[in-house]
């Protein structure tokens, strides 16, 4: 039997050609009888490489993919200083190869029957088109599982250069910066995980970052990830440093040192704005535009090296969902803690990385399984007797039911 096409590209992007031919082998399955088959995105196959050198991602000019180098002191120490403006070019961006579709889920309040229906092509009226000379590309979220936190094998979360441990906590890569994301994200409340920084002779970045984070390059890249790098100490964004900040963040950080990062987000008040960034299955996996996110007024990140505050990294981040992150350079490699028990205690308030399994399932809010009471997100269910408590928190997935292009959202708030 033939081996089957991998759908990772030897750039690391997800292959466009094999995602569209799986769609239609769902589609003609569905058409034949066989039920609905939903695409799901599978770990790279094993025989596109987690590191090396011959099959590594060729960079667009100017991407920051090489960190300082201590043996060369000609080495540009900082490449990302180098790079013009507050704004990366944003055709550099990870599967670039992919191309820009208006695919989205139309997130609009209606009081129609939830019956589930063949997926249809959506009407493209229900969603007005973005400014396209002030839209930005975003990548489509995929829903949290309700399965540990780990460092994700999926390629869309996970550079192919990033090699993971089997437990899926400890990462490293041989070549220049990549990046690597967790398996589940965040978008509102107070969220603590914590490293322990391994021996090596490379470096590393750790922090947060949104899925449309370039994973072809270093945390802090881009306008959608926040990284702190070890050596110099210092802080990233957009690819340029941090010029105010607190004066602790210089001393770095290296082999043997605990560093712990805490999120704070303020409760979303438009949680349509969001789920509508939800990966739709029946569709390929491509970016799509979008109005340019805004900055939330009271989200700020912060970091600790060895249980002590080093003051607040970032403020004002842009609305979304964040996910832990690490950038390995030369050998970097860390292992990822998230929790419930940690080697230094999170802040008070802070909320262990490990319960975001239980956060709602967008997919429930986006199917109008789940409601906001005010209060919590309540299982809408539960009113007939059909369900208890609130938002599913099985072990395997979410019990929503999203019923593809076309159905029409319920989404409780906002």
């Given at each position: 039997?033939?081996?089957?096409?991998?759908?990772?590209?030897?750039?690391?992007?997800?292959?466009?050609?094999?995602?569209?031919?799986?769609?239609?082998?769902?589609?003609?399955?569905?058409?034949?009888?066989?039920?609905?088959?939903?695409?799901?995105?599978?770990?790279?196959?094993?025989?596109?490489?987690?590191?090396?050198?011959?099959?590594e991602a060729q960079l667009p000019s100017g991407t920051p993919s090489e960190g300082p180098d201590k043996?060369?002191?000609?080495?540009?120490?900082?490449?990302?200083?180098?790079?013009?403006?507050?704004?990366?070019?944003?055709?550099?961006?990870?599967?670039?190869?992919?191309?820009?579709?208006?695919?989205?889920?139309?997130?609009?309040?209606?009081?129609?029957?939830?019956?589930k229906s063949k997926p249809t092509t959506p009407d493209d009226s229900q969603t007005p088109p973005p400014d396209l000379a002030n839209a930005v590309y975003l990548y489509p979220d995929d829903d949290n599982p309700r399965t540990d936190v780990v460092m994700s094998k999926q390629p869309i979360h996970r550079a192919p250069q990033m090699a993971l441990s089997d437990e899926g906590l400890t990462v490293m890569c041989d070549s220049g910066y990549r990046m690597a994301k967790a398996s589940h994200g965040v978008w509102e409340g107070k969220w603590y995980y914590e490293v322990l920084v391994n021996?090596?002779?490379?470096?590393?970045?750790?922090?947060?970052?949104?899925?449309?984070?370039d994973l072809q390059a270093p945390c802090g890249y881009d306008q959608f990830s926040y990284g702190y790098r070890?050596?110099?100490?210092?802080?990233?964004?957009?690819?340029?440093?941090?010029k105010d900040a607190p004066s602790d963040y210089a001393n770095g950080y290296g082999p043997?040192?605990?560093?712990?990062?805490?999120?704070?987000?303020?409760?979303?008040?438009?949680?349509?704005?969001?789920?509508?960034?939800?990966?739709?299955?029946?569709k390929d996996?491509?970016?799509?535009?979008?109005?340019?996110?805004?900055?939330?007024?009271?989200?700020?990140?912060?970091?600790?090296?060895?249980?002590?505050?080093?003051?607040?990294?970032?403020?004002?981040?842009?609305?979304?969902?964040?996910?832990p992150a690490i950038s390995s350079y030369r050998g970097g490699s860390v292992t990822l803690n998230f929790g419930p028990e940690f080697r230094c205690p999170p802040p008070p308030g802070f909320s262990p990385m490990f319960e975001a399994k239980?956060?709602?399932?967008?997919?429930?809010?986006?199917?109008?399984i789940v409601k906001w009471d005010g209060v919590q997100w309540r299982d809408v269910r539960s009113e007939s007797g059909d369900a208890d408590g609130v938002a599913s928190t099985d072990d395997s997935t979410s019990s929503g039911s999203w019923d593809g292009p076309g159905s029409e959202p319920k989404v409780g708030r906002g």
């Open positions: 039997m033939a081996a089957a096409a991998s759908p990772i590209a030897s750039n690391g992007a997800p292959r466009h050609d094999i995602l569209t031919q799986t769609t239609s082998t769902a589609q003609g399955q569905q058409a034949s009888g066989g039920g609905s088959v939903a695409l799901q995105i599978q770990p790279e196959s094993p025989a596109v490489p987690v590191v090396g050198n011959e099959h043996t060369d002191p000609k080495r540009k120490r900082d490449t990302e200083s180098q790079m013009p403006g507050q704004q990366p070019p944003k055709a550099k961006r990870q599967r670039s190869a992919l191309k820009p579709t208006n695919d989205v889920y139309p997130l609009e309040e209606s009081t129609k029957s939830s019956k021996e090596h002779s490379g470096h590393t970045r750790i922090g947060w970052s949104q899925i449309s984070g070890d050596e110099p100490g210092t802080l990233f964004h957009c690819s340029a440093k941090v043997g040192d605990v560093l712990g990062m805490a999120i704070s987000l303020p409760q979303c008040s438009d949680m349509a704005d969001l789920v509508q960034r939800l990966w739709n299955p029946y996996y491509v970016a799509y535009p979008s109005e340019p996110p805004e900055p939330v007024d009271g989200s700020e990140i912060s970091y600790y090296k060895n249980g002590k505050p080093l003051g607040i990294a970032f403020r004002k981040l842009l609305k979304g969902k964040y996910y239980y956060l709602v399932s967008w997919t429930d809010i986006a199917a109008g």
